[in-house]
């Protein structure tokens, strides 16, 4: 058990690091308590991670909890490093190269975690698993999605909109600390830097606790990890 709140890749790792000591399962789901699963979505994940040796790990579509007909992700999603965003893919067959796997599901090997280890518990919520997908493509194996089964999700329920903020304007900056250098880094600091000043201005008036949000994220990307 782990009684303190040590944030979404902290929480994982306690039953990650079980399953890789004791080594009770040849394969592992990592999957949000505020999803429901088709009946069918272990089958799914299996076989598309048995298609290729080369695989790491494998997601699975999302469709909205409350709208149900709505693809919220088809599991996975691109990193654009220029701004540093990471974007979700909301179109079936649009993209078969993925630069992350949604982390509310992900499918693995037992020997997959083994070599690339555990989840960076430096982002506490957000961008987590964007890095650790990110690892995994580096050790060069492909990120997967299985159209076959789905899940239904609650996005985001239990998060408040300003703790959003603060992760992610912090978050993108330690991903992008990690995974890019030269010049690339340097220009997206130069663009987050130009970004959070002009919407703290816009919206000091209005929204100053946005704003405050705002450059502490940017503050402590910049200084921290």
């Known amino acids: ?21 004791k080594k009770i399962s040849d394969y592992i789901v990592l999957l949000n308590n505020d999803t429901i699963v088709s009946n069918d979505f272990i089958n799914g994940l299996l076989d598309k991670f048995n298609e290729s040796d080369d695989t790491g790990f494998v997601g699975i579509n999302h469709y909205y909890y409350d709208n149900r007909n709505t693809l919220q992700t088809v599991g996975g999603g691109k990193v654009d490093l220029v701004h540093g965003e990471a974007m979700a893919i909301t179109s079936k067959g649009t993209v078969h190269d993925f630069d992350f796997i949604t982390g509310s599901c992900i499918f693995m090997s037992l020997n997959i975690l083994l070599y690339v280890g555990l989840m960076s ?5 957000y961008w987590e698993d964007v890095d650790w997908s990110t690892i995994v493509r580096e050790h060069g194996y492909k990120l997967r999605v299985s159209d076959y089964g789905y899940i239904f999700h609650k996005e985001g329920a239990s998060i408040k909109s ?7 304007t912090r978050n993108r900056i330690f991903y992008m600390k990690r995974h890019t250098t030269g010049l690339k880094y340097y220009k997206f600091i130069i663009y987050i830097i130009l970004y959070v000043l002009k919407e703290s201005v816009t919206n000091i008036t209005k929204n100053s606790n946005y704003s405050k949000t705002l450059l502490k994220g940017l503050k402590d990307g910049l200084l921290k990890n």
């Open 121 to 125: 518990e430096d982002f506490f919520m």
């Open 162 to 168: 300003i703790s959003r903020i603060y992760y992610h």
């Open 1 to 21: 058990m782990n009684d303190e709140n040590s944030g979404f890749a902290g929480g994982n790792n306690v039953a990650l690091n079980y399953i890789s000591e």
